[in-house]
């Protein structure tokens, strides 16, 4: 049942995530960015984040300072975006199965979605996902104004079974809803997983269409280092790494009596110095997963994380 449910929540982080890759954003000159159906489904909007050797943000960088491969071929950009100030639209995505109770792990997810909330800029929306019992269900939908969603984040009660991946494989995309180009999800669960019944074909498929970071945080027990090998393979922490890695996101393993604010702050910054970089395909050759890399161009060491390809026609 475990395994079932973690199918589904990564089903609806492929959903998320696939909600903004067909719209190509398209800002007036003096409004923030926000979508447009223009581009067709195929567009792929590659959210970027460049660090430099010493772990800084890189800032400043311009569109000819990016160069873009899709399998080894040059491609062109027709969208770039390096706003700071435009808005996100983020998605919260918690696990309320029992476990979450143990420690406060559920506490520690409220606050640091709190602490983002509270970080709100001008055009943010939000919205807020549970699941458990091989079901997520939408608890506040986009919304702006967050009074609604954190009222609801307070009446959220752990219960149940984990299934992560069920549940995002179940969720809807008419259920999202944001309407910002810079987009995050960020997941909350202790990734407890003993029953999935995804095979390692199913879970590559619902990885390819992710492409919205995601940004995964597991939050272990205190006996997590006292834990046998067959109970390690019982958390989905790899596939929780695997599913940030390769939508540009990151993971991060924190403890059950670790203060989270610090790391949503951290999270809620690297969001907001998003490069945004588009392309439209040619709509010729197969549609496939293809693999896009990346780079910077100026002199220096520059760490680039990106979305690892997409699922569409050639460039």
Do not use: C
């Amino acid at each position: 049942m475990r395994r079932r449910l973690f199918a589904a929540a990564f089903g609806l982080l492929a959903a998320l995530a696939a909600s903004g890759q067909s719209r190509k954003p398209t800002p007036p000159a003096e409004e923030l960015p926000t979508y447009s159906e223009s581009a067709g489904t195929e567009y792929v909007l590659l959210p970027v984040v460049v660090f430099d050797k010493k772990g800084r943000f890189a800032e400043g960088l311009d569109e000819k300072d990016f160069r873009v491969w899709v399998e080894g071929k040059s491609v062109h950009l027709d969208t770039f975006d390096r706003d700071e100030r435009a808005p996100v639209s983020f998605a919260f995505l918690v696990d309320t199965s029992g476990s979450m109770k143990i420690a406060s792990k559920l506490d520690m997810a409220r606050d640091a979605i709190r602490q983002i909330v509270s970080n709100r800029q001008p055009g943010d929306d939000f919205a807020l996902f549970a699941f458990a019992d091989e079901e997520v269900r939408p608890v506040a939908p986009f919304s702006s104004d967050p009074r609604g969603l954190l009222k609801e984040l307070n009446a959220l009660e752990p219960e149940g079974e984990t299934a992560l991946f069920d549940a995002v494989a179940a969720t809807p995309s008419r259920l999202v809803e944001g309407k910002n180009s810079k987009r995050a999800i960020l997941l909350f669960t202790d990734g407890i997983d003993n029953a999935s019944h995804l095979s390692s074909l199913e879970m590559a498929e619902i990885l390819q269409q992710v492409s919205t970071p995601v940004y995964a945080v597991g939050i272990k027990n205190a006996a997590f280092d006292r834990l046998t090998d067959q109970e390690r393979e019982e958390l989905a922490l790899d596939n929780l790494k695997m599913l940030a890695l390769t939508s540009g996101g990151q993971m991060y393993l924190a403890g059950g009596e670790e203060d989270l604010r610090p790391l949503a702050a951290k999270i809620d910054s690297e969001v907001r110095k998003q490069y945004l970089l588009g392309f439209t395909p040619s709509g010729q050759g197969d549609v496939k997963y293809r693999v896009v890399v990346v780079s910077v161009a100026k002199p220096g060491s520059w760490d680039v994380r990106t979305r690892r390809g997409y699922r569409g026609s050639s460039p």
